[in-house]
Structure formats: structure tokens, C-alpha cells
């Protein structure tokens, strides 16, 4: 979670949908066709993987039994962290994998209940602008 002037988060907004854990069997048979970057942190994924590609770490209700020592490549702010801090904002990291997650939901023909606005990023960056306004003028 990113914080805007320490105050308010700024988050990646997951639906889990468990796309990413799912496909993740088929990430690593084509691990070639991605940049080199994305080659490392796909290759160092150690974890085990499913007769059906899917990472047996995937829950029932598509949460991650080993959330809060997942590896990098199952981790959004790592990756951005390590590899993007110059490319893009953070917030623009978040709305391009949101892009790719929104995408997989429909390829994949996922319940329009896991889509994500991307629009719900402008309104964080919003509300944290108006609790900075709010507490400057608080003085």
C-alpha cells in the first residue's frame, strides 16, 4: 500500500479473481515471449504448481495461503519497487495491471463482478488530495 504524504492509501485494487494464480502453469511454459525482466522474477517463482497449472498456495475462496511472504512475482508493490519506480508512477503501475487483469477477466469469461473502474484510482488520488486540502485548512 502506498501512502500519499504518509495520510491516505493508495492501493491496487484486487477483486480476486485468481486469474493470476491460475494461469500461473502457463506463465512459466511461456516465460520466453516477456521481457527479461519479467523472465527473472518468473523464473525465480519456486513455489509448486498444480496438475492444472493453478499455484497450490490458491485458496478455495482465491485468497493465498502464503500472502505475506508470496514471492515477488505474486507481489504488484515489490515489482513495481524493484523494476518500474522510474518507468511510472506507482498509481499508473496499478491502472496497467488492472488493464491486464480486466482483460483476462474477459478473455477467460469471468463474472463481471471481478472487472475493476479504473477510475476508482483517480477517486483514492482524489480523496487523498481532499484530506490534505482538509487538514491544511485545519491548520
Known amino acids: ?9 493508495v492501493h491496487f485494487i484486487c477483486t480476486r479473481c485468481g486469474m493470476c494464480c491460475k494461469l500461473i502453469g502457463q506463465i512459466k511454459k511461456s516465460v520466453e515471449k516477456y521481457p527479461v525482466w519479467m523472465q527473472e522474477v518468473i523464473n ?6 498444480d496438475e492444472n497449472g493453478v ?3 490458491l485458496q ?15 507481489n504488484i508493490d515489490a515489482i513495481y519497487d524493484k523494476y518500474h519506480t522510474y518507468l511510472y508512477s506507482r498509481v499508473e503501475w496499478y491502472r496497467q495491471n488492472t488493464r491486464h487483469c480486466n482483460e483476462l477477466i474477459h478473455l ?12 476508482q484510482y483517480d477517486k483514492q488520488l482524489q480523496e487523498a488530495a481532499l484530506e490534505r ?4 485548512s485545519q491548520g
Request: one cysteine or more; hydrophobic letters at 30%; proline letters at 4%.
Open 1 to 9: 500500500m502506498t501512502f500519499i504524504n504518509n495520510e491516505k492509501p
Open 55 to 57: 499455484c497450490v498456495h
Open 60 to 74: 478455495e475462496d482465491n485468497t493465498c495461503d502464503i500472502y505475506d511472504t508470496r514471492p515477488l512475482l505474486c
Open 108 to 119: 477467460f469469461g469471468m463474472d463481471e463482478k471481478y472487472l475493476v473502474d479504473i477510475k
Open 44 to 49: 525465480d517463482f519456486n513455489e509448486d504448481i
Open 133 to 136: 486540502a482538509r487538514k491544511k
